[in-house]
């Protein structure tokens, strides 16, 4: 918005003048980005009224102007018989070997997909145990520590000699220099037989997420290693480490608790059986 109105003055600004601006941005398809944009104007505009700079707060007036935005919802397993069915599954992926390694890192991580699959060695220390997502990366553009269970070590250090030390972590198929395809452990999920409507690539995070407070996780600690964005950015930039203790014990708990789900021969679901 800076470029446009942000050296007029603020008695200037009309909510025509806002809503032109914030069709800029709709017309890129980033509806969620343009409601954020206009709630942010918004406190711009509430403290001018409040400190009597201006009367009215023009970003009000634009309520039912622009498309309404719904949170996409990305189906998940959070049945323990289906996601240790799906756990095994996994492990006897006959595609890609990076892209079971992949599927395998979703689950223990639950990062969001972009964010796997532009890992870099460079971020990884298995000396540490840890990796750590560049800011840039990240949604909240704030530095992300996730802690490396045993299991997720396995399956790094069964990678590093086929793609590391220097890289991705997991480069593409073709020769252009760019990581995994974004449809990559989508399409694995289909080939598994899991539909759309059952799991997504997404999904990994969802079943953590609700996994882990059913098995009594606080819910602070899960929030802040599933990088649900900090409000304040500049308190988030100081966070990153927040809970990392408890982080650390979650993680090779969960990784754990997977292993349990994948010994556990139930036999698979009917929900899932309908999906092959």
Known sequence: MFPWIGSRPITSIAPKDLLELLRRVEGRGAIETTHRVQQNCGQVFRYAVATGLIDSDPSRDLRGALPPWRPEHYPALTDPRQVGALLRDIDAYQGGFLTRCALQLSALLFVRPGELRRAEWSEINLDAAEWRIP??????????????????????????????????????????????????????????????????????????????????????????????????????????????????????????????????????????????
Do not use: C
Request: aromatic share 4%; no cysteine; hydrophobic share 40%.
């Open 135 to 276: 800011a840039p990366k990240m949604k909240g553009r704030v530095m992300h520590i996730v802690p490396l269970a045993k299991q997720a070590m396995a399956v790094l250090r069964e990678l590093e000699p086929l793609t590391g030390p220097n890289g991705w972590v997991f480069p593409g198929n073709r020769t252009n220099g760019e990581p995994m395809s974004e449809n990559t452990v989508n399409a694995a999920l289909r080939r598994l037989g899991y539909s759309r409507a059952v799991m997504t690539a997404h999904g990994f995070r969802g079943m953590a997420s609700t996994m882990l407070h059913e098995l009594g996780w606080p819910s602070g600690v899960v929030e802040r290693q599933l990088s649900h964005a900090e409000r304040n950015t500049v308190k988030a930039a100081y966070n990153h480490a927040e809970h990392l203790p408890e982080r650390r014990r979650m993680m090779q708990a969960w990784a754990d608790h997977l292993d349990k789900l994948r010994r556990d021969q139930t036999p698979k679901t009917a929900l899932h059986t309908a999906t092959k």
